[in-house]
């Protein structure tokens, strides 16, 4: 299994970048599927999900709602993460999850599979 996360860099406070994850090897149309984060000194903690199931349902972490979007592709084995409104509070290092048949809160020690990460830094 291989997930491998694109798209980080470096934006100004304001600006947007897009994520995405490349996943093989897997069945990825039953794994619930996120994004974790992890800034320096601070622990992994959950950004946005996206549920498994035909409903796509979305989950976002409370800091994130109404400037990121998640989204899948899953005929092209393919998660995103659309990042408006960007802070410099928001750099950390992305990586993505996948979580088999997952349901309800996401925990890091639930996690499957680990993509190797994206740096994403928010200049003030």
């Known amino acids: 299994v291989q997930l491998q996360a694109f798209g980080g860099g470096l934006v100004q406070d304001g600006g947007s970048l897009e994520l995405s994850c490349a996943a093989s090897g897997l069945s990825f149309g039953i794994y619930r599927m996120g994004w974790f984060r992890q800034a320096p000194g601070k622990e992994r903690e959950f950004v946005a999900g996206?549920?498994?199931?035909?409903?796509?349902?979305?989950d976002y972490a409370d800091s994130v709602k109404g400037r990121f979007t998640v989204s899948r592709d899953n005929a092209g084995n393919t998660l995103y993460l659309q990042m408006n409104s960007l802070k410099p509070e928001d750099t950390a290092v992305y990586y993505c999850?996948?979580?088999?048949?997952?349901?309800?809160?996401?925990?890091?020690?639930?996690?499957?599979?680990w993509g190797k990460g994206t740096l994403v830094t928010v200049s003030s």
């Open positions: 996206i549920s498994w199931t035909g409903r796509g349902y979305k």
């Open positions: 999850a996948a979580d088999k048949l997952g349901r309800g809160v996401w925990y890091p020690r639930g996690v499957d599979y």
